[in-house]
């Protein structure tokens, strides 16, 4: 993909945007609401006609008419805030849309792969918001797609549901599928992906593997002392960067490069000894933040 | 083709298992049809008789014809309707006011001179009109020629000579009901159709199942074609339904020909593409519905449903002529009840025209892919 832009009208959702996905793995565009990853995925599945630039996915040009009948037999495709037909079972709506392809996978298959074996002929409209989300999973699935596209899967589930979703990426992954994931979890980025694109304003502001985002803009570490409060402050050997008080009474300190040691061997001796201590990596949402000056949460659902 | 007839299965099943769709589409158009047919009754249509004396003097009726129908309302066999001397087509009036009424269709014409011929001792000859096939016509036959040879022995001149004439004319001796059935069929594929299509293309749009739809080998023709196919299948059931129903409860008997099946083929596409148009300008699925619930109520009551357009102020039957259900209702009644070969061709290609128009228009307006 490259160079890839959209307008609608005056406004630009995608502003000449490239990047790459390799085969087997998981991809997450990361961003906030309004970002341009919906945009985006949908100019891939071909829904949305790019106004510039040129697009591939497995190899067939976006922009070809011939060409996209070849791409819809060979993807699977999770839209946003997707439901499925309300008063047909699980099984006959996996079937239903499996019966759109000329080949579709055995439906219990597909069940037992999204684990709603015991909800297989249950009505998709009594089913709750997690497992109404996996029938998605499983409908997108239908074809055995080389590359599936998921569509903030996890927008609007509770932890527990999305931890049931990530799941069955996790299967995906481990069968070799090639998934495109967008959400605006920074924690389910990290989780999930190999590779993770980060998008603002529908412009990519960084790309890269987990591990490598945070390195370059993570900043620092931090070390945290549990439920040490105001008194714990003086403990604390002088010189060291600007501890802060946050929840009330942790204490959070900014680490620089062999500052640790320093800190760990000076409060050995203290009553801050007794608490929980923990160094935290940062996460991508510190990556998102110093990228940009704000929190995606900020912005969230 | 398999991909439409999956379209159509999921809809069917959807229109199966829910409840509320089935009360609309099945039981209340029976409701309706025990409703009306309470209200406006069935009739009895034995011993009605129209008459029209022609024979005037001075704007009146002359005295020997006036005598004639005494003494045919003498009989107190009939129930005699008087048709006013100066319509010049006595039997097309009297089926439209026997159908209103649920009469029967037997019309008895003094001719002018009548008197004039009797006083003059010539043949006097009276005709009556009825249907070879009406149940009552043997004994009504027999009891106004027994009337009319008593009437003629009782004149003071015994050589006259009376006679009755009698014409054969085809009716149907329909009723209100008769009427109502074909309304409530047209009525039923009105709402069927507009809301299926509403519901079938805003509903599924907000859930995106057509987004979904768009990202697979499915094309929008098929998709429009599975929705076409379900609102046959609708309609096939509805209307046996509803005519097994009229039929074992009324007794109406309705026929099916080819107009029949060319105007529910018709409807079939004409309503949905008109819940299409709808559902096209009005992006929302809340607003569409509102938007289909403003468009089909009137037409319900405007296009001749519960009462024959004739009878409706020249405004609205003007605002009837443009109104598409007109033409199925119209063409119904002349294919299933009034069997009128000529009038049913004529609605069944109007109807066609206008499926064709709003079908296509629908099919293009609707965006299949994203903007
Ligand atoms: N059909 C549309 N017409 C006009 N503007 C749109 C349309 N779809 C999206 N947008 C705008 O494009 C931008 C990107 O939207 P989207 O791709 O949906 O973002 P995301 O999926 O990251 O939340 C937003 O500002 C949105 O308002
Ligand atoms: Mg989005």
């Known amino acids: 993909m490259n160079n890839l832009s959209k307008k609608y009208g005056d406004t630009v959702a995608v502003n000449g945007i490239s990047f790459g996905l390799s085969k087997g793995e998981v991809f997450a565009f990361l961003g906030p609401n309004g970002a341009g990853k919906t945009t985006t995925v949908e100019i891939l599945e071909c829904l949305r006609a790019p106004t510039g630039g040129q697009a591939k996915v497995l190899d067939y040009d976006v922009s070809k008419r011939s060409d996209q009948s070849e791409i819809r037999k060979r993807i699977g495709v999770l839209p946003q805030d997707f439901n499925a037909i309300d008063r047909l079972t699980v099984r006959e709506n996996i079937d239903y849309f499996g019966a759109m392809y000329d080949h579709q996978l055995d439906s219990d298959q597909l069940i037992e792969l999204v684990d709603l074996k015991d909800k297989r002929d249950e009505q998709f409209k009594t089913l709750s918001g997690g497992l109404k989300q996996r029938v998605g999973l499983a409908v997108a699935l239908v074809n055995d797609p080389a590359l599936v596209f998921l569509d903030e899967p996890t927008t609007g589930l509770d932890p527990r549901a999305r931890r049931d979703v990530w799941y069955v990426i996790e299967r995906l992954k481990k069968q070799g599928k090639t998934v495109f994931l967008t959400t605006h979890y920074m924690d389910e980025a990290e989780y999930l992906a190999d590779t993770v694109s980060i998008i603002d304003h529908g412009q990519i502001i960084a790309s890269g593997t987990p591990n490598e985002l945070i390195d370059a803009h993570g900043g620092k570490k931090t070390l945290v002392i549990r439920e040490a409060g105001e008194d714990g402050l003086k403990f604390l050997p002088p010189g060291i960067s600007r501890p802060q008080l946050k929840n009330e009474d942790d204490i959070y300190i900014p680490l620089n490069n062999g500052e640790l040691t320093t800190i760990l061997i000076a409060i050995g001796q203290t009553p801050l000894a007794n608490k929980e201590i923990e160094v935290r990596r940062p996460t991508l949402d510190d990556v998102f933040l110093n990228l940009t000056g704000r929190r995606v949460s900020e912005e969230g659902e | ?371």
């Open chain 2, 1 to 371: 083709m398999s991909r439409v007839y999956t379209i159509v299965k999921g809809h069917v099943k959807t229109w199966f298992r829910s409840k509320s769709t089935i009360f609309w589409t099945l039981a209340f158009p029976i409701l309706l049809i025990v409703l009306f047919g309470a209200i406006f009754g069935t009739g009895n249509t034995r011993f009605d008789l129209y008459v029209q004396n022609q024979d005037l003097t001075a704007n009146a009726p002359t005295p020997s014809s006036q005598g004639y129908v005494a003494a045919l309302n003498h009989t107190g066999a009939f129930n005699i309707q008087t048709v006013p001397a100066e319509m010049s087509n006595p039997v097309s009036y009297v089926r439209d006011d026997a159908q209103l009424h649920n009469r029967g269709q037997r019309l008895l014409v003094i001719p002018v001179g009548f008197q004039n011929n009797l006083t003059n001792r010539k043949p006097a000859d009276i005709q009556l009109y009825m249907d070879q096939s009406d149940q009552a016509s043997p004994s009504l036959a027999g009891v106004i020629t027994a009337v009319t040879s008593s009437y003629a022995a009782s004149l003071s001149n015994s050589t006259v000579s009376l006679s009755v004439q009698q014409v054969p004319i085809v009716t149907h001796n329909t009723r209100y009901i008769d009427f109502f059935i074909p309304g409530v069929i047209g009525m039923t594929l009105l709402t069927s159709g507009v809301f299926g299509a509403v519901n079938t293309n805003g509903r599924y749009r907000e859930l995106k199942i057509i987004k979904k739809l768009a990202t697979t080998p499915l094309s929008k023709i098929e998709w429009i074609l599975g929705m076409v196919g379900y609102q046959m299948f609708l309609a096939a059931i509805s209307i046996t339904v509803i005519l097994l129903f009229g039929r074992f409860v009324f007794g109406v008997t309705a026929t099916i020909d080819i107009y029949t099946i060319g105007l529910v083929v018709a409807a079939a596409l004409l309503f949905p593409g008109i819940g299409m148009v709808l559902a096209n300008f009005v992006k929302d699925a809340d607003g569409a519905e509102a938007a289909a619930n403003a468009i089909t109520f009137p037409m319900m009551f405007l296009a001749g449903t519960f009462w024959p357009t004739e009878t409706m102020p020249t405004v609205l039957k003007v605002i009837a002529n443009y109104l598409p259900l007109t033409y199925i209702n119209n063409g119904l009644r002349d294919a299933m009840i009034y069997l009128e070969p000529a009038q049913a061709l004529t609605n069944t290609i109007i109807a066609l025209g206008l499926a064709g128009f709003f079908i296509i228009l629908g099919s293009v307006l609707m965006s299949w892919k994203e903007e």
